[in-house]
């Protein structure tokens, strides 16, 4: 099985939920997952950047096998680029369109 979480709110605690699910998500040891990603989007881009409150703790989830993707058209509006990524977080071209492709491919659509 396949799992996209789609990370939108500038919201710290709201942030903080989506990387908890996708963590628990990943330890769930009764389901067997195959891939895991997280596509950052708007205000949600922020834990995905160097300086981002829980780049941390996407470092770690990176490290232990889940993908993070941030949208190309948020990193343009807010005028940041790939350097300023957590190291290990894939530019996609945009957030909406990954999403509808990893569906086409079969992944579950959460935004909890």
């Given at each position: 099985m396949r799992t996209a979480f789609h990370l939108t709110s500038g919201d710290?605690?709201?942030?903080?939920?989506?990387?908890?699910?996708?963590?628990?998500?990943?330890?769930?040891?009764?389901?067997?997952?195959?891939?895991?990603?997280?596509?950052?989007?708007?205000?949600g881009i922020d834990p995905v950047t160097r300086d981002g409150t829980?780049?941390?703790?996407v470092q770690e989830l990176l490290d232990s096998g889940i993908a993070f993707k941030a949208c190309s058209n948020t990193l343009d509006m807010m005028?940041?680029?790939?350097?300023?990524?957590?190291?290990?977080?894939?530019?996609?071209?945009?957030g909406a369109s990954e999403l509808t492709r990893l569906q086409e491919d079969g992944y579950a659509y959460l935004q909890p």
């Open positions: 710290e605690d709201h942030q903080n939920t989506v990387l908890t699910i996708a963590e628990n998500l990943s330890k769930d040891e009764t389901i067997e997952m195959d891939d895991i990603a997280v596509v950052a989007q708007a205000e829980h780049s941390d703790t005028d940041l680029d790939d350097g300023d990524l957590v190291e290990g977080v894939e530019t996609v071209s945009s």
